[in-house]
């Protein structure tokens, strides 16, 4: 092979190393693809005294099978399971929104804003600008939103870490905006600057979120608020 060959592709490498980007999170987050793709990464304080590692791994193990064989499908998967640090830590792929959205029993809408504005979203309440990061005004109305139709959209009520494919442009008044395509959702709670309590099961133990453990999260007529975030 010639030597500009291999220079050509070393080139090409490197760019589509460069343009990967790892879903490494700290905290409970998921992570939108632009195919609609979403990956979760939940961490939670594990008390190994109190019940084993194994009997939760298998529990999920359960709740995915469960899931899958209901829907003859392999759209929700385990990607990793580990305890250590006195902490629980589960990824979990899901080929859709609608699989996510389903499997934890929350809400969250993938797609462009004429979407979810057919899909019956109202973009009701403020929303703030977004320019490299940084929130640039916080004025914004949901009409302004809707006259920006070809944007990626999240939509959740969920009180976690976001990663979107693109660089945000607009949230909802609810997301605290940390990065040029990252964002956290607040809940009532941390508004209020309350401490939150880790959920639990019906025994007690503590819930590895988000997970279906059976009970439900949000239930029909629920008053969440939802959080926007949009992205080019």
């Known amino acids: 092979m010639r030597k500009g060959k291999v220079l050509g592709l070393a080139v090409l490498i490197m ?16 992570s939108v693809d632009n195919k609609g793709q979403v990956v979760s990464y939940v961490k939670e304080s594990f008390d190994k005294d109190y019940y084993s590692s194994e009997e939760l791994e298998a529990s999920i193990d359960q709740a995915i099978l469960d899931y899958n064989t209901a829907g003859g499908t392999e759209n929700v998967k385990k990607k990793k399971f580990e305890v250590k640090d006195q902490n629980a830590e589960l990824t979990m792929s899901y080929a859709t929104g609608n699989d996510y959205s389903k ?26 600008s977004v320019e490299k990061g940084q929130v640039t005004a916080t004025d914004v109305t949901g009409n302004d939103i809707l006259n920006s139709y070809n944007y990626g959209i999240v939509i959740l009520t969920e009180p976690i870490l976001v990663t979107v494919p693109g660089n945000i442009v607009y949230a909802s008044d609810n997301v605290e905006i940390t990065g040029k395509k990252t964002a956290r959702v607040l809940s009532e709670t941390e508004a209020a600057g ?39």
């Open 15 to 30: 760019g589509l190393l460069s343009g990967c980007e790892k879903f490494e999170p700290e905290e409970t987050a998921i």
């Open 103 to 128: 499997f934890n029993n929350v809400t969250l809408f993938t797609g462009d804003v004429l979407e979810a504005y057919q899909a019956g979203y109202d973009f009701a309440g403020k929303f703030q």
């Open 194 to 232: 309350e401490t939150e309590e880790p959920e639990t099961t019906a025994d007690g133990a503590i819930s590895l979120s988000p997970v279906n453990s059976g009970q439900e999260k949000e239930t029909e007529g629920s008053t969440a608020a939802l959080a926007y975030i949009l992205y080019e």
